[in-house]
């Protein structure tokens, strides 16, 4: 990874810091929405909204088209899916991990062979034996 994917995953990451864009972004999932649709269900204005599309574009998590009056937005997925490979990574790596201490312990717990069971020699049969 270099420098401008680095660059790249922090705005990414800092953009969804917010919980409003992280709101924008789910209802995005579902498909485009105008700014004053997506603006609906926040208590706060529609320039307020505005402005964090605008930091969810700079971060390239979301894209604006034109269609006639209308700009609707739409998530990009291929940001998303680079901010996933980047958590899978370490994800993946821990499981790796898991899974080999899962190997130790399981050979730890496992029984031992069971020691040979003698008879206990009474002091008649020593005597005897010699």
Known sequence: MDARDDAALDRAFLALA?????SIVARLSRGPATVGSLAEPFAITVQAVSRHIRVLEEAGLVTRSRDGQRRPVH???????????????????????????????????????PEPITPATTSKEKEEES
């Not at 201490?101 to 062979?113: F, H, R």
């Open 75 to 113: 998530l990009a997925p291929a940001a998303l899916e680079g901010l996933t490979a980047w958590i899978d990574g370490y994800r993946l790596e821990h499981e790796r991990r898991f899974r080999r201490l899962d190997g130790v312990l399981g050979a730890s717990a496992a029984p031992a062979s």
């Open 18 to 22: 917010d919980p409003v864009r992280r």
